[in-house]
């Protein structure tokens, strides 16, 4: 298990997000959409917590903003197209591409 699927694990990501640095969400979008395939469900839920609380006009993240959401983005519509995400997860995949697609325009 990658350290950052198993640490989201460890904790609800309810109100969490909220209590981060623009940066560590940033890094923590990046980093969790790596290899959907594994843990997809945990992944998802942090997914949707983090992008929701990033703030689309902090000078901290504003210059890395647009590639880490490009790319997010990216391998969401590839993982959903793939036929790999679980029925389960498929509303939470469409709900968080619809969000982070909405962020990066």
């Known amino acids: ?4 699927a198993w640490l989201c694990t460890q904790v609800a990501p309810s109100g969490v997000a ?10 923590l979008t990046q980093q ?7 843990h997809t469900s945990t992944k998802l839920e942090w997914l949707q917590e983090v992008v929701m609380a990033l703030d689309t006009r902090s000078p901290t993240v ?13 391998q969401l519509t590839t993982f959903q197209r793939s036929g ?10 469409t709900l968080v591409a619809h969000v ?5 325009n």
């Open 1 to 4: 298990m990658d350290t950052v």
């Open 18 to 27: 909220s209590r981060l640095s623009q940066g560590v969400l940033l890094s």
């Open 32 to 38: 969790l959409g790596y290899n959907l395939e594994k």
């Open 62 to 74: 504003v210059p890395h903003l647009g590639p880490v959401l490009s790319g997010l983005y990216g």
């Open 84 to 93: 790999e995400c679980p029925p389960s997860a498929l509303s939470k995949l």
């Open 100 to 104: 982070v697609n909405s962020l990066k």
